[in-house]
């Protein structure tokens, strides 16, 4: 099978692009192909995903075991052609600048691929090749097996970059991109999803894919990635024995979809059964829903139909009331403040659970991984357990209360954040699960619990 990293020598360079455009061409060549997005973003595994018309996976080195990482690839890439794999930042860019951890570098060799580096070689010749140069001597065991090149000039400028490069450093470089070849990328937030769903991005798939068939060589970019398939034995992922059904809804849509694909996946393996049901749409939560997951996403660009959708609301407020155990993390804990405050000032009221609102600021708020753990009545992480997960948002909660959920550490800072009241965890943080399953035994045995509380009977975990 062909496998490989799909790097940059920094942000900005056009992974997102290159990878769009190459999955786009392999799909029309007939091949099944699976997307990966290293580090914890969520918007380009929704591309990945709407090309490849499969779920794309985060993997990544510091949320999550190698052997982990090496399962979630394995796993969803056993019935692909080929697995492409989206790195994060520059290669060498992870958790620390002294180590390759959470990098895409680590992830080509925890999961034994081939790189190939994506740099922007605009108005520059012979130095093109320094780069690259340097890129191969700052860890030697780097795997880099091609170069593409973009931003460039004419194709005389792409000749001269291969030339420099190829003699320099000894790998092919096996395509270009010019200068303005390519459309800019659609909205990365507001309205992706809806766009998606309408197929409104189809066209702009296709012209990256075009645009890719006619300056990047597909065939020696298979060939030069050509890889074993991965040998993974067991995993976090087998099913597990004397599991017991559990039913969770899921608010899904436009608001709110930032979910990791292996959190809902460890849901079903420890015995979850998921419902969908739309914030948007003004969908109730399913009557039979045993636990309640409120994933991140972009309330705030919905608030206004989101503060008129009171069926939502209310089926909400009353799964609460009847003791369902509720995850609700970054737009999902935005929504159960009192309002939500837009970047114009106007307030849209939300479900008022916890006190105080989100206000929206065009400055971000927080952005890191978080190195999380738990407090005493937690129903889902105690106060002797850790996890992993990350923050990114552009709002800050104004208000008090004297319950904070868990102990989040980051890089610059350790505090208590977020909001725990009796079967309720809410924060910004976004937890990963492969992290610590035992999140999932947890959930789902509260879950239980409060099921045979309302409904009695004779039932064990």
């Not at 992830?107 to 093109?128: F, G, Q």
């Not at 997960?389 to 209360?401: I, L, R, V």
């Not at 890089?411 to 943080?429: D, M, S, W």
Request: hydrophobic share 40%.
């Amino acid at each position: 099978m062909n496998r490989f990293v799909l790097a940059g020598t920094g942000s900005g360079v056009g992974k997102t692009t290159f990878t769009i455009g190459i999955m786009r061409t392999l799909m029309k060549r007939g091949l099944t192909v699976q997307g990966f997005k290293c580090g914890p973003d969520y918007i380009d595994p929704t591309y990945h995903t709407a090309v490849t018309k499969r779920p794309s996976r985060n993997i990544d080195s510091f949320m999550m075991s190698h052997d982990t990482v090496r399962a979630i690839v394995a796993r969803a890439s056993q019935d692909a052609d080929a697995a492409i794999i989206e790195g994060v930042m520059g290669f060498y860019d992870g958790k620390s600048p002294l180590s390759n951890e959470g990098s895409a570098a680590h992830i080509s060799e925890i999961t034994k691929s081939p790189v190939i580096l994506i740099v922007n070689a605009a108005s520059m010749a012979r130095s093109a090749a320094a780069i690259v140069k340097g890129f191969q001597k700052l860890d030697e065991s780097s795997n880099i097996v091609g170069i593409i090149a973009n931003q460039l000039g004419s194709k005389s400028h792409f000749e001269i970059v291969k030339a420099a490069i190829e003699q320099e450093c000894g790998i092919p470089v096996i395509g270009y991109l010019l200068k303005g070849a390519v459309p800019m990328m659609p909205s990365r937030h507001l309205g992706l999803v809806p766009a998606i769903e309408r197929g409104d991005l189809d066209t702009y798939f296709d012209s990256l894919a075009e645009a890719i068939e006619e300056t990047v060589d597909v065939e020696q970019l298979l060939e030069i990635t050509k890889t074993q398939s991965l040998d993974v034995s067991e995993s976090i992922f087998d099913a597990q024995p004397q599991r017991q059904e559990v039913h969770i809804a899921v608010a899904k849509d436009a608001a709110f979809n930032f979910y990791y694909e292996e959190n809902l996946e460890l849901l079903r393996t420890y015995g979850a059964t998921l419902h969908y049901f739309s914030p948007l749409q003004n969908e109730e939560v399913p009557e039979n829903a045993q636990g309640l997951y409120i994933g991140g996403g972009f309330p705030e660009e919905f608030a206004k139909i989101l503060a008129k959708n009171e069926e939502t609301k209310q089926s909400i407020r009353a799964a609460l009331e009847r003791g369902v155990p509720t995850l609700a993390e970054c737009g999902g804990f935005m929504y159960l403040t009192e309002e939500i405050v837009n970047r114009q000032g106007q307030v849209f009221p939300m479900l008022g659970i916890i006190p105080g609102r989100v206000r929206m600021q065009d400055k971000l708020a927080a952005l890191g991984y978080r190195e999380i753990t738990g407090v005493p009545g937690n129903f889902l992480i105690n106060a002797e357990e850790q996890a992993k997960g990350h923050e990114f948002h552009y709002s800050t909660y104004e208000g008090e209360h004297t319950s904070p959920a868990y102990f989040s550490k980051g890089r610059f800072r350790a505090q208590q954040e977020g909001y725990l009241h009796k079967n309720i965890v809410a924060g910004y943080t976004h937890f990963h699960f492969a992290s610590n399953p035992q999140l999932v035994k947890n959930w789902l045995t509260a879950c239980l619990e409060v099921n045979n509380e309302l409904f009695p009977t004779i039932n064990e975990y």
